[in-house]
């Protein structure tokens, strides 16, 4: 099988799933390919066995380049077996780790036409010291209100790498 993993990663945490993903289908005699969502062509999906789209979230939202990409090449992911991944910091939550539970998710599948064959919900990664001084305040806030650390100098993984490993074995089994 040769996979596309397509992805949009703002500060690196997806792409590393994306990665985890990977090296688990490579391991199980797969041929992978990782592509940004932006650079990601209609000739890379032709060529692919299987996709699956990756997007983190910033602020309650995907990036528009996911949608854009989702939009026009619909077709060419429904043609083929199928998954959608979402990487967010509500995910941290065990029962907000569902699609129809996580309410970005929800929003996002609800404006687009394109109806993945599986989805999956990863915790984010929250990393205060990386971030500009808006980012930092503005998640710092955000956390504060939802309950989720606040310490400016903390980097926190909310990821279930054990979910991330299973959901990376359905990928592999096709």
């Given at each position: 099988?040769?996979?596309?993993?397509?992805?949009?990663?703002?500060?690196?945490?997806?792409?590393?799933?994306?990665?985890c993903i990977a090296d688990i289908?490579?391991?199980?005699g797969h041929e992978v390919e990782l592509a940004e969502v932006e650079s990601?062509?209609?000739?890379?999906?032709?060529?692919?066995?299987?996709v699956v789209i990756g997007a983190s979230i910033r602020y309650g939202?995907?990036?528009?380049?996911?949608?854009?990409?989702?939009?026009?090449?619909?077709?060419?992911?429904?043609?083929?077996p199928n998954a959608f991944f979402s990487v967010n910091a509500?995910?941290?939550?065990?029962?907000?780790?569902?699609?129809?539970?996580?309410p970005y998710v929800r929003k996002f599948l609800g404006q687009i036409g394109w109806?993945?064959?599986?989805?999956?919900?990863?915790?984010?990664?929250?990393?205060?010291?990386?971030?500009g001084f808006f980012d930092r305040n503005m998640i710092r806030l955000i956390m504060w209100i939802t309950g989720g650390p606040t310490d400016p100098?903390?980097?926190?993984?909310f990821t279930d790498w054990a979910q991330v490993e299973a959901f990376a074995r359905r990928i592999a089994a096709g």
């Open positions: 099988m040769r996979l596309l993993i397509v992805y949009s990663s703002i500060d690196g945490h997806t792409r590393e799933i994306c990665a289908a490579r391991a199980a990601t062509t209609a000739e890379q999906l032709q060529a692919c066995d299987r939202r995907h990036r528009p380049a996911v949608k854009a990409f989702i939009d026009r090449h619909q077709a060419e992911i429904e043609a083929r509500v995910g941290r939550k065990p029962h907000k780790r569902q699609a129809d539970t996580n109806k993945p064959q599986q989805v999956e919900i990863f915790g984010g990664k929250i990393e205060y010291p990386r971030y100098r903390s980097v926190t993984d």
